[in-house]
């Protein structure tokens, strides 16, 4: 009954769905939580009960999640007590009480969110689920006797599993090899302290009376580029401010086509950030950036977003201890996220790569938008995983695999209100744009509230209608109009139209086509 109930959720999550995507922060469109406060929907599925008593087994089994990343938190709210088998038990390790969100960052450090907005709350969310949560970081992992130490405040605990898995993220490429850059540099890993060092540098700077300041962001990648934007909004009101991103390859998005390219190009021209391509840090002093070509920059704040790198836990700690990893310390996983080298391993997002791909397919890039899209995936593989320990069943065989998506709406938080999307090879931009990234990212922010935690009581119906409803879209707008609405910038564009018409094109690929080449005939390519 379990695994039913969540295949109900992964289903839908996969296939009913239309999935709409940002950068930096991609997640599958929860349909019936937008559409029970915009449209009228039916549900598909009749309310289905499930109690902690279905279990047919009573032999004690533990599931321990560490680390509270995207994948995890939707592991958590699909395993609550009463649905969950009764004899299972779930740990959450995490050495925060708190887990922030990616994709709302740098809204958050240009000023458009507060904090607290950022955070997913995991000590609510565990206690709502019945799920005991060890504030406290892991140091070791015994794989033969499956152990996990934990350092706490008052010590180390061992915690037992039968089935672990990591969702631990990434840290700072380059921070702790490059000289001064741990000194003088505020990281963008961890997350959680991100916004407080900036928060703490924009204090310092206005005590100082101060009015100029002479910003580097260091990485050209998507991270890097929403946090140029970031800085420039937030420090928009102080006097002389410059800020400068600084790229190692030749030109920013290569994956994007001519035309996207062209349209961020103009967006970081529009709020004066200047851009150096070619440009590989050697070392960093007090005052200033020297890099490999011999140019030296001077700077006041530097913000290091160089890209991702890999746990000593990872890399160092379950490398010695025989776990599969590749040769830059991520957990080595199938195309179910498990590991390769002992299946009651699972990982899934920045610490996670897959191996053994058939041709032609590649690891998803580090990024939390592929984390979010794994849950759903995690959740039935894990599932699958504790129940074969039961019925002494070969999981391996019927495990679920996940699919990165390559192709999805990508969206760039402009600062200022706006935002600049990439989609079917289009640029959008508008205050639209930023309307629908704020609209998405509050979406999968509320799936984990407190406030919007069911209440479910032992032996009551569980409804699934929350994850299993189906909408009374309206019907596709003409081409011609559809074309017109997704090119326009200005301010009466509706978001909610705008949504509509990509994914109908996502689901219609004539729909698409056409939509396409009446742009393209439009700006006379």
């Given amino acids: 009954m379990v695994r039913r109930l969540l295949s109900t959720w992964i289903a839908i999550s996969l296939t009913q769905c239309n999935h709409v995507y940002c950068f930096k922060s991609i997640i599958p469109f929860n349909r019936s939580l937008h559409f029970k406060r915009c449209c009228t929907f ?19 089994r533990r599931l321990v999640l560490v680390g509270g990343g995207h994948a995890h938190v939707q592991v958590l709210k699909s395993l609550h007590k009463f649905i969950r088998p009764s004899n299972l038990s779930v740990t959450l390790i995490d050495a925060q009480s708190d887990a922030s969100y990616s994709g709302m960052v740098p ?33 070791d992992v015994n794989l033969d006797s499956k152990v996990l130490n934990v350092k706490k405040e008052g010590g180390e605990e061992e915690v037992e599993f039968d089935v672990v898995c990591f969702d631990i993220g ?34 310092l700077l206005r005590q100082s009376g101060e009015k ?3 910003v580097v962001v260091v990485g050209g990648g998507a991270a890097g580029i929403e946090l140029a934007l970031a800085m420039r909004a937030r420090w928009n009101d102080l006097g002389d401010v410059s800020v400068t991103l600084l790229d190692s390859g030749t030109e920013l998005v290569p994956s994007e086509n001519k035309r996207c390219r062209q349209a961020l190009l103009s967006v970081l021209d529009d709020h004066d950030i200047t851009i150096q391509h070619s440009s590989m840090v050697s070392h960093i002093t007090s005052s200033h ?18 890209g991702a790198s890999s746990h000593d836990l990872a890399d160092v700690t379950m490398r010695k ?120 990212d509050t979406m999968f922010m509320e799936l984990f509230a407190k406030e919007n935690l069911p209440d479910i009581k032992e032996g009551e ?9 189906i909408v009374n879209r309206p019907k596709p707008l003409e081409v011609e109009e559809a074309g017109r609405l997704l090119m326009r910038t200005d301010d009466e564009v509706e978001y909610e139209q705008a949504w509509n018409v990509l994914r109908d094109m996502m689901a219609d690929d004539d729909y698409q086509k056409h939509v396409l080449k009446l742009i393209e005939m439009s700006q006379g390519e």
């Fill in 321 to 440: 201890r025989g776990l599969a990893v590749d040769d830059r310390g991520w957990i080595a996983v199938n195309e179910s996220l498990q590991s390769i080298s002992h299946p009651f391993v699972f990982a899934a997002g920045d610490c996670a790569t897959m191996v053994g791909l058939p041709k032609g397919k590649r690891s998803p890039p580090k990024a939390g938008v592929y984390a979010v899209r794994s849950g759903p995936i995690l959740i039935e593989n894990l599932t699958k995983m504790i129940g074969s320990l039961d019925d002494n069943s070969e999981a391996n065989n019927k495990l679920t695999q996940y699919e990165p998506q390559g192709d999805f709406l990508k969206l760039i938080m402009c600062g200022d209100g706006t935002a600049l999307g990439f989609r079917f090879g289009l640029p959008l931009r508008g205050k639209w744009v930023w309307h629908l990234k704020d609209k998405i």
């Fill in 42 to 60: 039916t549900s598909i599925r009749k309310t289905t009960t499930m109690t902690a008593t279905s279990s047919p087994s009573t032999t004690p």
């Fill in 107 to 139: 809204g958050c450090v240009s000023k458009l969110y507060t904090p607290d907005e950022t955070l997913i709350r995991l000590k609510p969310l565990t206690t709502w689920a019945g799920i005991e949560f060890v504030q406290g970081t892991v140091v």
């Fill in 461 to 469: 119906a569980y409804d699934t209608s929350q994850y299993d409803a």
């Fill in 170 to 203: 990434s840290t700072s490429r380059g921070l702790v090899d490059t000289i001064g850059a741990l000194e003088y540099t505020i990281p963008t890993r961890p997350i959680s302290n991100l916004i407080t060092r900036i928060e703490e540098a924009e204090i």
């Fill in 289 to 306: 950036i020297h890099l490999q070509n011999e140019k030296v920059l001077p700077y006041t704040h530097c913000i290091w977003a160089a």
């Fill in 212 to 214: 100029d300041a002479n």
